[in-house]
């Protein structure tokens, strides 16, 4: 999705080895203009969604832009952890590993919000090791509902992903993909 | 705002004696036409908003509603926690007590994303204490930024927050004030 690749370029930074910083635009400060073309993209990409499902925080945003594509469709986000107002004895339950922020949290699907016969359309801001995506397939799949696909703001191809997801039959697109990083620079496919 | 009062008669759960579960449609499933309509109802509320400013998690879908209708400025949402991405070393931090988690937390905007000049909407999903609104509202200062005001989804109207706001001179608009609970039920203003 070139608008969003052209972003990437402009603003992007890269932290450490293999750590892409978008904070201006994705995951602090968020470009709306951004997420809404985001939404008519993976609009144009999946058919016969009627739900779209998340983890929070920063995927949260633009499942909202693509919800709305989808003639708002709900949108459900998995809770990290327990609030006061979640009642963990009715939930779907997985867990997942965080890439940047080096811990393993519970994630909470009530199970009011997603059944049997729905048509998922999973949206996350990364895609990189894939446990998100993964552990949101898990719930899907203890509700009986069917996953059409996952839609990825930003993935990095190097990593193992969206290899993991493929192999259980589901689609994967993704409007940019991390080649690879070079002197500092990030190289998109 | 009529739509808003009526999903909340209709779906909203009372826990306890003063939570107000409202996961069907506000911070679990998400209602994104609703989104979109309280979007276009603050956007007739303000005027001369240039950013919006909201805290996650709950927050930022309808952050991202109203943002879009006052021509997609951006918006920034409040980090509660250091994560991998976030140089704290450049940030406005403030703290903040929340009601229903019964914690406190550092809360953090990266300098780049708010300056003096700007004229920023606060909207967050609940107002009691205000604690999140008067956290939010110290960042704005510290960045010498002006906040046009606070539109809030739901107002618990028997709690400290709104005068504690306004006493700052800041405009507090609400699209349901809940005025009491009765009997297992909650009555609205």
């Known amino acids: 999705m070139d608008t969003l690749k052209e ?16 904070d201006s635009f994705i995951n602090h ?12 993209y993976f609009a144009t990409k999946f058919k016969g969604v009627n739900k779209v499902l998340t983890i929070e925080t920063s995927g949260i945003a633009f499942a909202i832009g693509v919800a709305n594509h989808f003639d708002f469709c709900p949108l459900v986000f998995a809770k990290k952890s327990g609030s006061a107002t979640l009642d963990t004895s009715n939930v779907y339950q997985t867990s997942v590993a965080s890439f940047t922020k080096k811990v393993v949290n519970n994630v909470y699907v009530d199970k009011r919000f997603i059944s049997k016969g729905d048509k998922i359309l999973i949206i ?32 990095k191809g190097f990593q193992a992903g969206r290899k993991k997801v493929e192999s259980l039959g589901i689609r994967v ?10 002197n500092g620079k990030v190289i998109l496919k």
């Open 7 to 22: 972003r990437i370029y402009k603003d992007g930074i890269i932290i450490g080895d293999n750590i892409l910083k978008v």
């Open 29 to 40: 400060q968020i470009d709306t203009k951004l997420v809404d073309d985001l939404g008519k």
């Open 173 to 182: 697109e993704s409007a940019a993909i991390v080649d690879h990083f070079e």
């Open 124 to 155: 996350d801001d990364f895609l990189a090791e894939g446990n998100a995506l993964l552990g949101l397939i898990d719930i899907c799949k203890q509700a009986e509902a069917e996953v059409v696909g996952c839609g990825i703001i930003i993935e």
